[in-house]
């Protein structure tokens, strides 16, 4: 079992250009939701779903957005990056649609200049 | 709003020595409470969750945690540490209130183990 894959580790964007973070775990886990890691702030909930098809936002979503197609996948677009979303990004998932966030991937660090 | 605070930053202790990490939130129900463990450049890893009943659960890696609810607290414990418990450790609350699925974390206690 890979568990929660994140793609790419490192990435490094102007501002105003869009990209996606790619998540996906082969547990088959119908939870999945991402977090971005700032210094001092500990981790803020962005979107999370609790299946395919259906998806939500946490805390800090402006700037994101997320679809979920498949229980596998689940993927971060951001549309226009700016400076402020520089963080690293963390995608988790869990067996339960309740929230708790079980397995996490190794991040991705997102550098925007 | 539902908040999570914990109030040390840093810690250090020596291997071998008792650890206590502090944790207090802000729920107006009872609250779905974890910890986790990040070690540098992974991601975190579930060290205990409670969710109801016996107040002192038990985690991975020898780890404890205790809820009390009169104190509004969920402090983390572990009675010798390891060098390999060097990382930094998050408590976080649940909350699935009928607005939805939203999980908040602290900000994080770093723990420091010397020889």
């Known amino acids: 079992n890979a568990g929660v894959t994140q793609t790419p580790k490192f990435q490094v964007l102007k501002t105003g250009q869009s990209m996606t973070l790619q998540c996906a775990q082969d547990m088959n886990h119908e939870y999945m939701s991402w977090y971005r890691q700032d210094p001092g702030m500990g981790l803020r909930l962005i979107h999370y779903?609790?299946?395919?098809?259906?998806?939500d936002q946490g805390e800090v979503p402006n700037g994101y957005n997320v679809s979920r197609s498949t229980t596998e996948d689940f993927p971060l677009r951001l549309l226009s990056a700016a400076p402020s979303q520089t963080s690293v990004y963390f995608c988790?998932?869990?067996?339960?649609?309740?929230?708790?966030?079980?397995?996490f991937g190794d991040g991705t660090r997102l550098s925007i200049l | 709003a539902q908040s999570v605070t914990q109030p040390d930053i840093h810690i250090t202790v020596s291997e071998g020595a008792s650890l206590e990490l502090r944790c207090n939130y802000s729920?107006?129900?009872?609250?779905?409470l974890f910890w986790y463990v990040q070690s540098p450049g992974q991601g975190l890893q579930l060290l205990l969750k409670?969710?109801?009943?016996?107040?002192l659960v038990q985690g991975i890696k020898g780890f404890e945690a205790e809820f009390k609810r009169s104190q509004s607290s969920f402090n983390l414990r572990k009675p010798s540490v390891h060098w390999s418990d060097a990382a930094e450790y998050f408590c976080?609350?649940?909350?699935?209130?009928?607005?939805?699925?939203?999980?908040?974390f602290g900000t994080g206690t770093s723990l420091t183990v010397i020889p």
């Open positions: 729920y107006g129900a009872t609250p779905y």
């Open positions: 988790a998932s869990s067996y339960s649609t309740q929230v708790q966030p079980q397995h």
């Open positions: 779903s609790v299946g395919a098809g259906i998806t």
């Open positions: 409670y969710f109801s009943g016996d107040t």
């Open positions: 976080a609350v649940g909350d699935t209130s009928h607005t939805g699925n939203q999980f908040y």
